[in-house]
């Protein structure tokens, strides 16, 4: 079975021409519908955590990791690959989804992935069987929105005004030209992991278990490097203005007056401290979302799936092999 440590990387032309560099791991033949993985702000394949994805795979279900165009190995052209909107990052998306030929996906997205993911869901939602939403939110509210979550109105069972996270956490993430280790992984633990010594621990046990994938690990991929690096500053900018548009109001094509649209599964995942996305944000998920579910990890942040890997896994894993709409039906 390919791992996160072992596998090589493949590349697609999509039919609009983008070259997206992509992972398979898990069963070399069936798995069923695969889960398609979008990582956070800056980063790339290599950052996802081995025990995570591999964790996920063991499950005998297909994983596929990808680069967005313009970042990793995906970055075959100037700057200007990477979208400034979420729904641009969508497009890329299911560009990729239909270059591989598949059918129907599971969805994951992580931070900024989260968003995307949620426009992937609202473009085109018979493509994503299931969605899971990690350490992310809606977008920002029209103006003139009345709040209606659900059944209910009004914003009671959310956090209204909405919380603001501190600008220390993005600063350190976005800092530096992403090819120092030390900066990359000073802003991974201080904006992902508590400010303790168990959440220092997590994050030095993150960062062991990602350098595990080297040149030597890697099968049938011969010459290729390993990317322990961050998206270089400009490139950055055009991720981070992508945000700044989903957190402007009044674009009502964004996903929190779509909420309800959102037809499928969806489950939402954060720590119960994200410094980066904060925490409530979960809470107007839950409420706009039909057949939503929210799971919080205690005494932890932004990083809480590195942090809580295996019971992360688990999590998903029993989500995805639900049955539609069986149990939350009975409920």
Same mark, same amino acid.
């Given at each position: ?127 994503? #069987?299931?969605?899971?939403? @990690? ?7 029209? &103006?003139?929105? %009345?709040? +209606?979550? !659900? *059944? =209910? ?46 959440? #220092?621990?997590?994050?030095? @046990? ?7 994938? &080297?040149?030597? %690990?890697? +099968?049938? !991929? *011969? =010459? ?108």
């Amino acid at each position: 079975m390919a791992t996160q440590t072992t596998a090589h990387t493949l590349y697609v032309t999509t039919p609009n021409g983008l070259t997206i560099a992509y992972r398979r791991l898990g069963p070399a033949h069936g798995g069923g519908i695969p889960l398609l993985m979008h990582i956070h702000y800056r980063a790339n394949m290599d950052f996802w955590d081995p025990l995570l994805i591999d964790s996920l795979a063991s499950q005998g279900r297909l994983i596929i990791l990808f680069d967005q165009p313009g970042t990793g190995r995906s970055s075959s052209g100037g700057e200007e690959e990477i979208p400034t909107t979420f729904q641009g990052w969508a497009d890329n998306v299911l560009a990729l989804i239909d270059a591989l030929g598949l059918e129907q996906v599971d969805l994951f997205g992580f931070s900024m992935g989260g968003c995307a993911v949620q426009m992937v869901a609202l473009s085109r939602p018979g493509v994503v #069987r299931k969605l899971i939403i @990690a350490g992310s939110g809606p977008s920002a509210p029209s &103006s003139t929105t %009345t709040h +209606t979550f !659900g *059944e =209910g109105s009004g914003t009671e069972g959310i956090v209204w005004p909405r919380d603001v996270p501190p600008q220390r956490a993005i600063a350190l993430l976005s800092a530096g030209d992403g090819t120092v280790k030390s900066e990359v992984e000073k802003g991974i633990t201080v904006s992902f992991f508590p400010d303790t010594d168990a959440g #220092r621990a997590a994050a030095r @046990a993150y960062f062991s278990r990602i350098y595990l994938r &080297s040149p030597a %690990t890697i +099968t049938g !991929g *011969e =010459g290729e490097e390993v990317l322990h690096t961050f998206l270089d500053a400009v490139r950055s900018a055009r991720q981070r203005k992508a945000y700044a548009e989903w957190s402007a109001p009044d674009n009502p094509r964004n996903s929190f007056d779509r909420l309800g649209e959102l037809g499928m599964p969806v489950l939402v995942l954060n720590g119960d401290d994200d410094l980066l996305i904060p925490t409530s944000r979960c809470w107007e998920l839950l409420r706009g979302i039909a057949d939503a579910q929210v799971i919080i990890y205690p005494r932890a942040g932004h990083g809480f799936l590195w942090q809580y890997a295996l019971r992360v896994a688990g999590d998903v894993g029993r989500f995805l092999d639900e049955a539609l709409g069986v149990e939350r039906a009975s409920l």
